[in-house]
């Protein structure tokens, strides 16, 4: 009996077996246009993976390389922005500002303080040294702001700025003015005469200070007697 189902079990087996071979040459015969197709297909895509892998493997390492590169710009580019030559440029900045404001400053400053009397000699020697000291400070900012840019608006605003801010800053209000709100009388109740004219006086200063030290700047740049900032 256990023959007989093993004998049994082998032939279903071989049955099953010529059973799948024959639908499978079948199928192949119905449709070898299909398969033709369809195995095409896919060794033009292995084929086109294989061709494109190096390709792809190239571009990935020449964008590591460029991006190794610009950041080696940028750190070059910040050392040359903080290197010790880039100090010395400073220093002549301060130099050429502090020499040509002051020098422009004192004739104004002579008239503002000892020809009108409204401070004396003594003034009039503070208000020169300390406006040779601005005047080399603004001539760092200078360099520092207007770099290689040679749109004049900007080197105009850039000296506007500090005329501004050096005007407004030594007006003094009187000692007659009431506050909360500040008023001063006519004719803007916040700025009477008196305050009208220490603005114009120290406008006239701050614009001959600043202006010269800007003008000495310029020739210095021009010259390549001073780099401009990268």
């Given at each position: ?66 991006a190794s590169s ?47 009397g409204y401070g ?32 004049p608006m900007l ?76």
């Amino acid at each position: 009996m256990g023959l007989s189902n093993f004998r049994l079990d082998i032939v279903n087996v071989r049955l099953l077996s010529l059973f799948i071979f024959a639908a499978s040459c079948c199928f192949v015969t119905a449709y070898p246009a299909n398969l033709q197709k369809y195995f095409g297909r896919s060794r033009h895509f292995l084929l086109e993976q294989q061709r494109r892998q190096p390709y792809g493997q190239l571009q990935d390492h020449l964008r590591t390389c460029m991006a190794s590169s610009s950041n080696d710009n940028n750190n070059n580019g910040d050392d040359e922005k903080f290197s010790f030559g880039q100090r010395i440029e400073s220093v002549k900045c301060v130099a050429v500002g502090a020499i040509s404001g002051g020098i422009a400053l004192t004739p104004v400053t002579a008239l503002h303080d000892i020809g009108f009397g409204y401070g004396g000699p003594a003034q009039w020697e503070f208000d020169t040294d300390m406006g040779s000291l601005e005047a080399g400070l603004f001539a760092i900012v200078y360099r520092y702001c207007i770099r290689k840019d040679d749109n004049p608006m900007l080197n105009q605003g850039v000296i506007g700025a500090f005329v501004l801010a050096r005007t407004l800053s030594r007006i003094q209000v009187p000692s007659y003015c009431t506050f909360a709100p500040l008023n001063c009388g006519a004719p803007l109740y916040y700025f009477d005469w008196n305050m009208i004219q220490q603005a114009g006086w120290n406008g006239a200063e701050s614009v001959a200070l600043f202006g010269a030290a800007a003008f000495a700047m310029d020739y210095c740049f021009k010259k390549s007697f001073i780099s401009k900032f990268p």
